[in-house]
């Protein structure tokens, strides 16, 4: 699915489009020309509610009955035990409207999310 990205994926600010690819339940992919990153629906792993502020709502189109999924970058490693998850910046996205937005959660509402967290963590 063709999305289009409304606010910047940290660090590739360039990048105005990509194709989501869902692989499973617990991970997608979103790819470009130059960027493929392995995503997770972090709710599947571990208790993950946050609130989308209203400017990136705005950004994403967001009405009601739209399809919203929330998603955390994995930095895959060989074993899979030992690949990183960032909490700490979702990808969010509007299915419905095929919009894409990348938030920076406040470290002082969020705590508990980190940048770097193992997802051993996570595994059972």
Do not use: C, W
């Not at 194709?19 to 493929?36: A, L």
């Not at 709502?57 to 960032?86: A, F, H, K, M, W």
């Amino acid at each position: 699915m063709y999305l289009k990205v409304t606010s910047p994926i940290f660090g590739f600010e360039a990048i105005k489009s990509v194709d989501f690819v869902k692989i499973d339940d617990y991970f997608s992919r979103i790819e470009s020309e130059n960027i493929s990153f392995t995503l997770l629906n972090p709710s599947l792993v571990r208790l993950y509610e946050i609130e989308i502020p209203d400017a990136h709502r705005t950004l994403l189109e967001i009405e009601e009955g739209d399809e919203i999924g929330v998603y955390s970058i994995v930095i895959l490693q060989n074993p899979i035990e030992n690949s990183l998850v960032n909490f700490a910046a979702p990808i969010v996205i509007n299915h419905s409207k095929k919009r894409l937005v990348q938030l920076a959660l406040d470290e002082r509402s969020y705590p508990e999310f980190g940048l770097s967290e193992p997802i051993s963590n996570y595994l059972e």
